[in-house]
């Protein structure tokens, strides 16, 4: 006797559900009324389709779910039991084993979707002969009106590629990024999408009770009754339990800075590290340990750190221990004496190594200063005192003067409205200002102002356009102008050394920071020969550059740098969390913002409220112990696992702005401390 071929299902509906919702655990057996849960209604509702062919539940083979068979006993509906969290693996599964060829993915929280709804969009679906048909693609049908369609293969291929756990959490997330399929999206006549009707919150059960006791009365109401009923008796989701805000107390770090503002002026060393930049009487402030990507503040909280990682500096993680030995070891042996460190000559070979354009290094122990060293050094080779300038520079005299002819002159690359005092009114009309990928800009300076610098960053948010980079080159050939990139940010980020090296345009001086000594103070001035060795008809001399701390520390951070590429690493997870954001504005409609060099990942939120939603963010992210804002300066101990959990946190805090706005509230009624202040712009 041969086997019977199992005939094949042509629209297999699968009902995504479980008793552990983390929001409202238990939702699909909440009863209706005496004889009726949730999922059985849904489930008669989805039997009456006249394109269905099949109803089956897939559920997790979790104990909680095993009743799930016995309770939908008398429905014409199977259950399906598969992996819990692989939600993708579960449908793939359910419809290998029922040779479905178009599956219809409805979830347990929608109990009053409209299957004549459902039957438009099959028929929709196959008229369009599309692989992929959904109402939600964009978002014109209640929120609880949601389906999706999708064929057998399509199905199998998100299957077998899908990486993150993000996309195996959410089913369709990798067929809807899918370029090379026909994906369609059925929209409804008139816009719902202000209509809420699905099962979240117990709230959302209030309303949906109500709504169903009227309702009920009829043999069968569709979504048009649904919406009808309303808008007439004003039946609608209550706000109030959905936003709990568990209230963020003043910790001692904040206690702390209050004093320190009285002693020290500005409170701390680095405007970028001052408490209200990100949350206002709230920020933990002070660390006492920092280790991998996590800080225990002052008074011992453990954080993970999925903001400024020092501010770039750390791109191997805090307290690496290989740098940390190789420095602790040259402490040993003196960090400082009367003759020179050798490590110095050493660290100057590398980075000549890695920029073959150049000849010559001096070393220095900050950005700011690595910068003022490239400029003496240059006004001294050109003879002429005028820089044309693109971006940050550090807090140096030279770079603030470009105020003195204009206030605002450096309010578009980093620091707003920079007050004068104190800088020399003889410096006015040394250096002019240009803006990122302007040309034209650029041009005009150098036609009118007799430039002899060019000093600028490679990139910082945006990438270069038209040759925008091989230009300034040219430019700065034709003219006989010296041109610097400032590397002190985008070094070491995005390949071995200078991003200008991934761009292929070489300076004739380069500067590096941050990076370079993983946390350890260390900065560096490369550039070609006839330049620097203007070093020696000018003074550029200092003590503790001769410290042995900061050469050591670069020469491991480099060594180890190259060993794993960690260019390569923090520039891939840097990519994957700019996805998800993407993925998580689309969904719930947030028109976010998301910009940045992989491995400095930033997001905006646009409109005038955009600075109290980021103080939001970190509000509530502060709550589940991340210290996070709207940038990433990625590492390479932000481990997998910390970023899917970071990103699932992100997901929560991303739908509860999605409410808030949708309940046409007012966010700053949702804070708890003061909006965080605005002071660094870049638009570079
Ligand atoms: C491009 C660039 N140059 C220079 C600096 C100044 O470096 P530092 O703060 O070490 O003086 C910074 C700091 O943010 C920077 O981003």
Known sequence: ???????????????????????????????????????????????????????????????????????????????????????????????????????????????????????????????QKSDYTSNTLQTTFPNGQDIEIFKFDILKDAYKNAKTSYEKEHVTPFIKNNNLILKKNFKSTINLSSFRMTLDYYDDFVVIKKLYDILKKRKFFYLKNIIQLMKQKKITFHFKNIIKSKKLKKPYGIKLWENAKKIIPGGNMLLSKRPE?????????????????????????????????????????????RIDDAVVNSLRNGNLSSLNNYEEVKLSEILLK?????????????????????????????????????????????????????????????????????????????????????????????????????????????????????????????NKIILIFDECTSGFRQCFGGLHSFYGVNPDIATYGKALGNGYAITAIVGKKKIMNEAQNTFISSTFWTERIGPTAAIET?????????????????????????????????????????????????????????????????????????????????????????????????????????HKKDIKNFLDAKKAHETLKRLN
């Not at 209706?32 to 897939?58: C, G, H, P």
């Not at 006492?288 to 999925?306: E, L, P, V, Y």
């Open 277 to 321: 930049i990100f949350l206002p009487d709230r920020w933990p402030t002070y660390y006492k340990k920092a280790k991998g990507c996590q800080i225990w503040d002052i008074s011992g909280r453990k954080f993970t750190d999925m903001s400024l990682m020092g501010v770039g500096t750390n791109i191997l993680g805090y307290s690496n221990k």
């Open 558 to 662: 480099l060594n180890i740098m190259k060993e794993i590429k960690s260019w390569d690493i923090i520039t891939k997870k840097g990519k994957e969390i700019k996805r998800c954001w993407q993925e998580i504005s689309d969904k719930y409609e947030l028109n976010m913002k998301i910009f940045g060099l992989d491995s400095i990942a930033k997001f905006l939120f646009q409109g005038n409220k955009s600075q109290y939603y980021k103080t939001f963010v970190t509000q509530e992210f502060l709550k589940k112990k991340f210290l996070a804002s709207n940038c990433i300066f990625l590492s390479t101990e932000h481990s997998d696992a910390l970023i899917e959990k970071y990103i699932g946190e992100f997901d929560k805090i991303a739908e509860k702005i999605a409410l808030i706005k949708y």
């Open 1 to 127: 006797m041969h086997k019977l071929k199992k005939k094949k299902i042509e629209n297999l509906c699968i009902v995504q559900a479980r008793m552990g919702s983390s929001r409202l655990p238990g939702k699909i057996i909440f009863k209706l009324d005496k004889k009726k849960t949730v999922i059985q209604f849904l489930i008669e509702r989805l039997l009456k389709s006249k394109y269905i062919n099949k109803v089956i539940v897939a559920t997790t083979t979790n104990k909680e779910d095993k009743f799930l068979k016995k309770h939908l006993k008398r429905y014409k509906c199977e259950v399906f039991y598969g992996p819990a969290e692989n939600v993708l693996k579960r449908y793939y599964l359910a419809s290998q084993k029922y040779k479905a060829v178009n599956i219809i993915r409805i979830t347990a929280d929608c109990p009053f979707v409209d299957p004549s709804l459902i039957d438009k969009i099959i028929k929709f679906h196959n008229v």
């Open 354 to 478: 890695i920029n073959p354009w150049a000849d010559m290094v001096r070393l220095a122990r900050t950005g700011g200063e690595a910068n003022a060293i490239s400029i003496r050094i240059a006004r001294a080779n050109s003879k002429n005192d005028k820089i044309a300038f693109c971006g940050y520079h550090g807090w140096h005299d030279w770079y603030l003067s470009a105020n003195l002819n204009d206030k605002k002159n450096l309010d578009f690359h980093l620091l707003r409205d920079l007050p004068l005092k104190g800088i020399p009114k003889n410096l006015k009309n040394t250096i002019f200002p240009f803006m990122y990928n302007d040309i034209h800009g650029l041009e005009k300076i150098i036609k009118t102002q007799n430039i002899g610098i060019i000093k600028m960053e490679v990139q910082r948010d945006i990438e270069p356009r038209n040759n925008f980079l091989k230009k300034v080159r040219k430019l700065a050939n034709k």
